[in-house]
């Protein structure tokens, strides 16, 4: 079965290789979360959100969940049991430990990592094919926010694999206020994440409406705006001044690894991204 999975991806190298893994660990994590209670409990957002379930044409490494109201005592670890044995059902085996935090958060979070003898059974069948090698560790990241920023909004989603089951996942005006959230106030001194800028093209590009209401809590959250309301002016003022304090060269360099095909980047430019924003859209609300 994992086989036919990764033959769907046409993998071309290695990289393609592990990221069609990785996302298969993704879809059998959120075939387990399906068969409890976790999704009446919690939406499911982000770049894998916006890959799986609405076309986004990059890969993505984390799973990101957001409690549907603030419990500061919900635990990840009560699902830790039904993943593994979603895995071992399949024939694989894996780990699952929870992730030393620096500082007290409300992102409660956990590594899910393969073990080594998954990876060795499904890469020495691509290795008969291809003759593609790795010993790369291969995991993802499932990251819960147990205090959010609420006003967002939600829907059911339809997965086909390990079997049909569906998920809450946030709706793509609200994810698109998250990702502007991201791009906006992403607290990175010296770095600059790729994938918001690709995401922030896509979203514009498909004319996806900004969550405006989602994205206002987000950053009066985050003490990044004070005032109770925001107009698409100030939110393309702010875009503004992001575009000409970041490294377009440096934006590219991290997104390249993430998709096939790196020639849409070539147009990347500061005029272009500026020109780009002014055809954003707000949702009416």
């Given at each position: 079965?994992?086989?036919?999975?990764?033959?769907?991806?046409?993998?071309?190298?290695?990289?393609?290789?592990?990221?069609?893994?990785?996302?298969?660990?993704?879809?059998?994590?959120?075939a387990a979360l399906s068969r409890t209670d976790f999704f009446e409990k919690v939406a499911f957002?982000?770049?894998?959100?916006?890959?799986?379930?609405?076309?986004?044409?990059?890969?993505?490494?984390?799973?990101?969940?957001?409690?549907?109201?603030?419990?500061?005592?919900?635990?990840?670890?009560f699902y830790f049991k039904p993943i593994v044995d979603e895995f071992k059902s399949l024939g694989l085996t894996i780990s699952i430990k929870g992730k030393n935090k620096v500082k007290q958060t409300a992102i409660d979070s956990a590594f899910l990592k393969a073990d080594t003898i998954w990876q060795e059974i499904v890469l020495q069948d691509i290795i008969k094919e291809t003759g593609i090698r790795s010993n790369r560790?291969?995991?993802?990241?499932?990251?819960?926010?147990?205090?959010?920023?609420?006003?967002?909004q939600t829907e059911e989603k339809l997965l086909l694999r390990p079997f049909s089951f569906y998920v809450k996942c946030f709706t793509k005006p609200s994810l698109f206020a998250?990702?502007?959230?991201?791009?906006?106030?992403?607290?990175?001194?010296?770095?600059?994440?790729?994938?918001?800028?690709?995401?922030?093209?896509?979203?514009?590009?498909?004319?996806?409406?900004?969550?405006?209401?989602?994205?206002?809590?987000?950053a009066k959250d985050t003490n990044d705006?004070?005032?109770?309301?925001?107009?698409?002016?100030?939110?393309?003022?702010?875009?503004?001044?992001?575009?000409?304090?970041?490294?377009?060269?440096?934006?590219?360099?991290?997104?390249v690894r993430f998709i096939k095909?790196?020639?849409?980047?070539?147009?990347?430019?500061p005029e272009y991204f500026k020109d780009l924003v002014e055809n954003i859209k707000i949702e009416n609300t």
């Open positions: 079965m994992i086989k036919d999975w990764i033959a769907e991806y046409e993998p071309q190298n290695e990289e393609e290789i592990l990221s069609a893994l990785r996302e298969i660990m993704q879809e059998i994590t959120l957002y982000g770049g894998t959100s916006l890959r799986i379930f609405y076309g986004l044409d990059r890969y993505s490494e984390d799973l990101d969940f957001s409690l549907l109201k603030p419990d500061s005592n919900f635990s990840i670890e560790t291969l995991k993802i990241k499932l990251e819960i926010d147990r205090q959010p920023p609420l006003s967002f998250g990702k502007m959230h991201a791009l906006l106030f992403r607290k990175w001194k010296n770095r600059v994440k790729g994938r918001d800028w690709y995401d922030l093209e896509w979203y514009i590009k498909k004319g996806v409406p900004l969550d405006v209401n989602h994205f206002l809590a987000r705006w004070q005032e109770d309301s925001i107009s698409k002016e100030q939110i393309i003022e702010l875009l503004d001044t992001k575009i000409k304090s970041v490294s377009f060269s440096n934006i590219k360099d991290d997104v095909n790196d020639e849409v980047l070539n147009i990347w430019s």
